[in-house]
């Protein structure tokens, strides 16, 4: 991800991190079975009947194979962004004709949505400025104080520009574009058919944190079909509050408003990397590339994870860090089962800016890999479930590099999941099991926001925000020092 942070400007929001504000109750497993031909996604206007049900949040554990962990209290009030850039759609225009439905009373009929959540990336270079403004205009990923929120956008701008000639560079080197958007809709496609084979027919819908198609637009789609009854799945296998924590907040701020969304029974399963149909995909991929070697006992395995700041670990309660070692470990674990008892190591990639990210670094780890002399080493991408510049111009290009530079002379480097229908299967899997225990979404602002609203204090915060930004933006010596730590 093109994550950013500004030092001592970037200081973490305390965020509850109570298991009590949330419900779980999904109970329901369904044989696994093989995945039938292509059938299209829901993406474009079809028409369906709308009903009447309630609405809720539901953070779903089933039978702990897909649980979350509390780094994150939806009852908090929700940052508002509007889409930034031009409405542009690999796939065609998302156009909706004919009226929306405003009350769900009109059928009982069920119709079942899956929503699924990903980070978006710019199908053109032309968009990679617009992309990274949406990015960096996001307050979980450049966290201010409250006292500096409206600098957010004016920041995010700058950032945007002064970045997106070294990240045009990254996405042209890769074909001119990411390959995200293209493989979310194969997925949900996927998704689809493994839902129907299950005797579960259901619109999969694709949901992008930063660029087209945008969440307004997804939801928007999901209200005029009339969808019933929603799931929504993020394709993070491990909760971050960057990643599958602001797209739920992106979510929740449009449902709370709108009469006919707030009474639409969801469930969100907020993390899914303890799931055995996740585990045992992850251990196949990575058994067939070791055998791609020489000697793969040998080998090591080295899982690169993309990283998120400290601060957000130790100070917001983000439960990204414990999920990933857990995760690395089940994955291990399976491996040896299968008697593959190679060495491995995990580190972070992706850092960006002067504070601490999670140690520890994988560029740094490759070189002292290279020094005490591994030979043979296979990247493993572990928060990534699909292709994009992060492994395909980070790990297989730059990583590489450097390991073959540090002494490194065997690269292999496992692939995303992608449509592994193993892991597909799972995810109709998961999809079923939460049905169920489909409720209603809170949405109750808490008294930050009320806080928020008090004249005096938002002059206050104007006034002395507005010197520092004055201060922050034309110093030579800021700029000098942004550049060089931030770009």
Known sequence: MEAG??????????QSSNPSNFSSNSSMFCPRTRLMPACHVSHGGREMNPTEQELSLVLSSENKKSSVFGGLSLHRPVHKRDPVGKMFCSVGAYTYPGSIAESPSQTTEEKIGVLLLNLGGPDTLHDVQPFLFNLFADPDIIRLPRLFRF?????????????????????????????LRKITDEQASALKMALETKEVPANVYVAMRY?????EEAVHQIKRDGITKLVVLPLYPQYSISTTGSSVRA??????????LSRLPVAIIESWYQRQGYIKSMADLIEKELHNFSNPEEVMIFFSAHGVPVSYVEDAGDPYRDQMEECISLIMNELKARGTNNHHTLAYQSRVGPVQWLKPYTDEVLVELGKKGVKSLLAVPV?????HIETLEEIDMEYKELALESGIENW????????????????????IEVLPSAMAMST?????EEVDNDPMQYFIKMLFGSLLAFVFLFSPKMVSAFRKNIL
């Not at 701008?157 to 042209?172: F, M, T």
């Not at 660029?211 to 969440?215: E, G, L, R």
């Not at 292999?412 to 998961?430: E, K, M, Y």
């Not at 109750?444 to 930050?448: D, N, P, R, W």
Request: charged share 20%.
């Open 5 to 14: 942070t500004i030092s001592r400007l970037l200081q973490p929001m305390k």
């Open 151 to 179: 600098l957010q956008r004016p920041l995010a701008q700058l950032i945007s520009v002064l970045r997106a000639p070294k990240s045009k560079e990254g996405y042209a080197a890769i074909g001119g574009g990411s390959p």
């Open 211 to 215: 660029w087209h198609p945008f969440t």
């Open 251 to 260: 979510l929740q701020n449009i449902f709370k408003d709108d009469s006919y």
């Open 383 to 387: 928060s990534f479930v699909s292709e």
């Open 412 to 431: 292999g480097r496992v692939p995303a999941l992608n449509c592994t229908s193993s892991f597909i299967t799972d995810l109709a899997d998961a999809v």
């Open 444 to 448: 109750s602002s808490g008294a930050e």
